[in-house]
């Protein structure tokens, strides 16, 4: 098989029917489309095309199907959006893609379907309730009964899961030469159980504890309940106990394409080694400055190689591009814009305390560069930060209050009945907020607070649990049970019950449980009749911020992570400085004044080099404007490097 230039030509037809073209000064992404013979790397810089390139590459291959002996292709990305990203393109051209032998989705997906559901259903004689790491991980805390299991052991290994080394949302199997054992996520270590300081545990009985968790994870398994990481520790068994499996699968495919190769974990591109057979062309395309994975302490698996590139972008401009040639891990002092915009980049200094008035400044900024005209709202606006959990410190709620209050849940908090009665009780994560947030919205009616670095401040979630986990391990396991009783009743609509089950259990035995005293102020909120209905649409505009302003009222800034807009484009993005062990300013300042990062000798420099990933991914959505919010402090001590740098500063 080959692709020509004609072809090339008639696909740019049809992807852009004129206003369009897959031509570059280099010939990158002709040579990328066309190769289709050999397994190749493929880097390519945000808004390159590169997802284009490659649709156009499919559509190409489609027309050339069946290949010889019935094979097909294999697409393997790392979310749902981007598959869908490729329905919506291709549209009824994409028919014969999806289809038999070929096959599109994640890998999570890939990995689910053709090794770990076969091997499970194969050694337990029923299909997995679910492959989910967050219901998985509820179930730990909410199985109070486990075959040869002493309860005393039981809440002990439940308790060490409460502790603040995060065990508990990764906690999986591995084989190893002493057999299966416990883990902290794929390809961890054996997990070493120690007695928690506040535990007066008798001597020797770690090993009871961790038999105790293992006993509890096994029995968690073998209800049907997977973690995705379980999923790859049955992948790998099954791969272990039926080699053959691999030569089967090998033999569907002819080519393999992985998308956004970039976010690829160890464990993930180690079994894609092991499936595929050096017969198969792979192709991996992705960015590495763009390698923002979940756990911000993983690394791309993605191994340095001679790679094929896509260097200008299609979407940012050049001063953009500017920016980003230094503000990444790899910088690139090549890097070009071909928007045809020419706004400088801005900078909003804002004064501690100050941070609330950073999104009604941006807006002003908006509308005085005539961004916000009906016609220029193709591409949506918005204000994108790293930090987006309650916590300590600058986060995205800090210039955006109602962030972290509410997100995407239907929920009010004006009283206990309505935010139970708005709760969605098909969601078990739900019924957890909305609990804990009204355990939250109590204290803080009481005007209890506690002690931080920076003085008595209320409660928000972390600080809460990190409470409960320390000095009442038996009253949170005692709550997560409760939660657990009272969803499975919302399920049913037993919604009055709950409520009356919830009331007296607060008042009366978790809070003072805990040695809170709650004031009439709380108890009004507990005790309340008072239903306050949420119309849809105050449900949609809880992310979305609107200017105070009457002329500038119809621009909506959304507001949202940076991982929550990876791949979008955007008219105008705005990056909130949020804190990351010091504020992300501080890590990047020097990068923002144009100065290429170079890794420290014998040091990793952990910190710095995950925010430049983030903001490297932040900073090049904008097509026409890119802001960064930027405390005082920092761009007074180099305002003159970063003027010179290109930044307009307000």
């Known amino acids: 098989m080959e692709i020509a230039e004609n072809d090339i030509k008639r696909v740019e037809e049809i992807f852009f029917n004129g206003n369009g073209s897959f031509q570059d000064e280099k010939g990158e992404r002709y040579a990328f489309i066309s190769c289709l013979d050999k397994s190749i790397d493929v880097e390519a810089c945000p808004g390159s095309g590169k997802t284009t390139s490659l649709l156009a590459k499919l559509y190409l291959l489609s027309e050339r199907m069946p290949f010889e002996n019935g094979k097909g292709i294999c697409v393997l990305t790392h979310t749902n959006v981007a598959i869908e990203e490729i329905r919506k393109k291709l549209g009824n051209k994409a028919d014969r893609l999806f289809q038999y032998p070929n096959f599109f989705g994640t890998i999570q997906s890939f990995v689910d379907k053709y090794l770990a559901i076969p091997y499970y259903v194969g050694k337990n004689k029923l299909r997995p309730r679910t492959i989910d790491s967050e219901i998985a991980t509820k179930r730990l805390f909410t199985t109070y009964h486990v075959n040869h299991v002493s309860r005393q052991n039981l809440n002990r290994a439940k308790i060490l899961l409460h502790q603040p080394n995060g065990i508990a949302s990764n906690l999986t199997l591995k084989r190893t030469e002493e057999g299966v054992v416990i883990v902290k996520g794929c390809g961890g270590d054996k997990i070493e159980v120690k007695i928690p300081k506040n535990q007066n545990w008798e001597e020797n009985s770690e090993t009871q504890v961790y038999e105790a968790l293992q006993a509890l994870k096994i029995d968690i398994l073998s209800n049907g309940y997977l973690s995705f990481d379980d999923a790859y520790f049955y992948a790998n068994e099954y791969l272990m106990n039926y080699p053959r499996i691999k030569q089967t699968i090998s033999s569907r495919f002819s080519h393999v394409f992985i998308d956004e190769m970039q976010d690829t974990y160890a464990h993930q591109d180690e079994i894609i080694k092991e499936i595929f057979d050096k017969h198969i062309v792979i192709q991996r395309i992705g960015d590495p400055n763009q390698a923002i994975l ?6 791309s698996a993605w191994e340095d190689s001679e790679r094929l590139k896509i260097t200008g972008s299609r979407r940012f401009s050049q001063p953009i591009a500017k920016v980003l040639r230094t503000v990444a891990l790899n910088g690139d002092s090549e890097l070009t814009g071909t928007g045809e915009a020419t706004i400088q980049p801005h900078i909003i200094s804002y004064r501690n305390g100050q941070e609330t008035q950073v999104l009604e400044r941006f807006v002003s900024l908006i509308h005085k560069l005539g961004l916000d005209d009906s ?3 193709k591409d949506p606006i918005k204000a994108v930060g790293w930090v987006g959990k309650e916590k300590d410190g600058l986060t995205i709620s800090s210039y955006f209050p109602s962030f972290s209050k509410v997100m995407v849940r239907k929920k009010s908090l004006d009283t206990l009945k309505s935010a139970v009665q708005i709760c969605e009780a098909t969601n078990p994560k739900e019924v957890y907020n909305t609990v804990m947030d009204c355990c939250l919205e109590i204290l803080r009616l009481a005007d209890i607070k506690h002690d931080t670095p920076k003085g008595r401040r209320y409660f928000n979630r972390t600080s809460f649990l990190g409470l409960l986990k320390r000095h009442h391990p038996e009253s949170l396991i005692t709550l997560n049970g409760k939660i657990s009783i009272w969803g499975r009743k919302l399920l049913v609509n037993k919604t009055e019950e709950v409520i009356q089950e919830i009331r007296p259990y607060l008042k009366d ?22 239903v306050v209905e949420v119309t849809e649409e105050q449900l949609e505009s809880k992310n979305t911020f609107y200017s105070e302003q009457e002329k500038m009222r119809q621009i909506p800034i959304e507001v949202g992570t940076v991982h929550s807009v990876k791949g979008e484009t955007h008219r105008v993005t705005l990056y909130l400085e949020t804190f990351y062990h010091k504020s992300c300013g501080q890590h990047l300042i020097d990068q923002l004044i144009g100065t290429p990062y170079t890794p420290p000798q014998n040091k990793k420099d952990t910190y710095k080099k995950a925010c430049l990933k983030i903001a490297h991914v932040g ?3 904008p097509t026409h404007l890119l802001c960064v919010a930027l405390n005082e402090e920092i761009v007074e001590a180099h305002r003159a490097g970063l003027e010179e740098n290109g930044w307009n500063i307000i």
């Not at 979940?294 to 690394?299: A, G, L, P």
């Not at 035995?509 to 008072?530: C, G, H, R, V």
């Open 294 to 299: 979940n756990d911000s302490n993983s690394e």
């Open 375 to 377: 016609d220029a709202q």
């Open 509 to 530: 035995i978790f809070f003072p449980a805990i040695n809170f005293t709650l004031n009439k102020y709380a108890n009004a909120f507990i005790d309340s009749e008072e």
């Open 619 to 621: 900073m090049s959505r």
